[in-house]
């Protein structure tokens, strides 16, 4: 006997269908039109598998006033993720196993969603690399926390050895320092002073290292997209999509790499809706109020955890963005990416997903955010949130409201 069933109409091998999901330890075991079990749950709606966001910052150890494991999970459960990758440039850059175990230990028990560690790679430190690492992440611009460095091809043969996804920060660290003016007072002069020629020029020098299963982070146009090519898996963020450096976000829209001019946006968010695009992250990453409070010194960073697949789904309801897209980019390419079963609603998957009324659309308001500043650039852009969620076989939302303790699981100390 399953431990629960769930029953309603699930989004599965791209179409629709009422089915019955039998759920035994947090995995799906069974699919049918009808079963009967001792716990059967009915959810209304569209039913998706759950989102993986495989580029977070939830700043835990070491930064938890701007975020923490727990508001940072809580609010990916709220927007439909239940997995989440995040990434090592805390205030202790996560660059051995030592400082790994004890990242690890300082989370653990706080997640309301599962999730995977990243490690950093600084050009001399692959044998000490924690083999519990679910990625590793290299800076070869700097951004918050992270020095950049501009790497010879010849050093990435110390982590050739770890089967797990490679992620690039690729903004040239020496094109930075030529380009950086004296005064950064704006979105535009932000943008001018990490121009778009130093991510494209890094993702040059990118495809030649000799590593299997690179992602090119937050790439931001048509040319980066061109330039990565089919060497790696290309991933975009939802501001690079939506957000433009005309903008009057002012501080709370700053952010590495940056906003671009409105045309390089709209050309990149056409390529996104054609499917030139593999997976879709936040690239969430927190600051206080006082961080934000002057643009030239402001930190670099927005919020995103909780909005990528409201954001999304509201394109789907506007007839936008395909639905095929959506679930590409959001749902199944991220998890696939790291060899994880979730994301497609298959016997021998985990039992992840969200129900969703896309009637329920509405602008979107901060003070509806979970995240410790709720402070959002998208405020006001249409949103279509969950109104439930299932963790693991396990209702985690119902109704919209979050009805859990901290339950997430390192993914790596799954079965």
């Keep these: 006997m399953p431990d629960a069933i769930f029953s309603g109409n699930f989004f599965r091998k791209g179409r629709f269908e009422e089915l019955?999901?039998?759920?035994?330890?947090?995995?799906?075991?069974?699919?049918?039109?009808?079963?009967?079990?001792?716990?059967?749950?009915?959810?209304?709606?569209?039913?998706?598998?759950?989102?993986?966001?495989?580029?977070?910052?939830?700043?835990?150890?070491?930064?938890?006033?701007?975020?923490?494991?727990?508001?940072?999970?809580?609010?990916?459960?709220?927007?439909?993720?239940?997995?989440?990758?995040?990434?090592?440039?805390?205030?202790?850059?996560?660059?051995?196993?030592?400082?790994?175990?004890?990242?690890?230990?300082?989370?653990?028990?706080?997640?309301?969603?599962?999730f995977g560690l990243y490690s950093m790679f600084n050009g001399n430190n692959g044998p000490v690399i924690s083999k519990r690492s679910s990625g590793i992440k290299t800076f070869l611009g700097g951004s918050t926390n992270a020095l950049g460095?501009?790497?010879?091809?010849?050093?990435?043969?110390?982590?050739?050895?770890?089967?797990?996804?490679?992620?690039?920060?690729?903004?040239?660290?020496?094109?930075?320092?030529?380009?950086?003016?004296?005064?950064?007072t704006g979105l535009?002069?932000?943008?001018?002073?990490?121009?778009?020629?130093?991510?494209?020029?890094?993702?040059?020098?990118?495809?030649?290292?000799?590593?299997?299963?690179?992602?090119?982070?937050?790439?931001?146009?048509?040319?980066?997209?061109?330039?990565?090519?089919?060497?790696?898996i290309r991933e975009v963020t939802p501001h690079h999509l939506l957000l433009s450096d005309s903008d009057e976000s002012g501080p709370w829209g700053k952010v590495n790499p940056p906003l671009r001019s409105d045309d390089i946006r709209e050309d990149l968010f056409k390529a996104f809706l054609s499917g030139k695009v593999d997976i879709l992250s936040s690239d969430h990453a927190p600051h206080t109020e006082a961080d934000k409070e002057e643009f030239q010194y402001a930190?670099?960073?927005?919020?995103?955890?909780?909005?990528?697949?409201?954001?999304?789904?509201a394109l789907v309801k506007k007839k936008i963005l395909s639905l095929e897209t959506f679930y590409e980019t959001c749902i199944r390419n991220p998890p696939k990416v790291f060899g994880l079963n979730r994301g497609e609603i298959e016997v021998g998957n985990r039992a992840d997903f969200f129900a969703v009324n896309l009637s329920d659309m509405s602008p979107l308001k901060d003070q509806k955010l979970h995240s410790k500043v709720p402070i959002s650039p998208f405020r006001g852009f249409q949103t279509v949130f969950p109104r439930e969620v299932v963790l693991g076989g396990i209702p985690v939302l119902e109704n919209g409201e979050a009805i859990l303790d901290p339950m997430g699981i390192h993914v790596k100390e799954q079965g």
């Design 20 to 114: 019955s999901v039998a759920v035994e330890n947090g995995i799906i075991v069974k699919l049918g039109k009808s079963m009967i079990g001792s716990r059967t749950v009915r959810l209304e709606g569209a039913i998706f598998p759950a989102g993986t966001d495989v580029h977070v910052h939830f700043r835990d150890p070491g930064e938890t006033e701007k975020e923490d494991f727990g508001t940072g999970s809580l609010s990916a459960i709220y927007g439909g993720t239940t997995t989440v990758f995040d990434m090592p440039n805390n205030l202790t850059p996560v660059s051995d196993y030592e400082v790994f175990e004890s990242k690890l230990a300082a989370v653990r028990g706080k997640s309301y969603c599962d």
């Design 299 to 313: 930190k670099s960073g927005i919020i995103g955890v909780e909005t990528r697949i409201p954001l999304m789904l």
């Design 149 to 184: 460095m501009d790497l010879g091809a010849g050093v990435f043969r110390q982590i050739q050895e770890f089967d797990i996804p490679k992620a690039f920060h690729a903004e040239s660290a020496r094109c930075l320092s030529l380009s950086r003016g004296p005064d950064v």
């Design 188 to 232: 535009k002069e932000h943008n001018l002073s990490r121009p778009l020629d130093c991510e494209v020029g890094s993702l040059e020098d990118m495809k030649e290292f000799q590593v299997e299963r690179k992602i090119a982070a937050h790439v931001t146009s048509v040319r980066s997209l061109e330039t990565v090519g089919t060497t790696a």
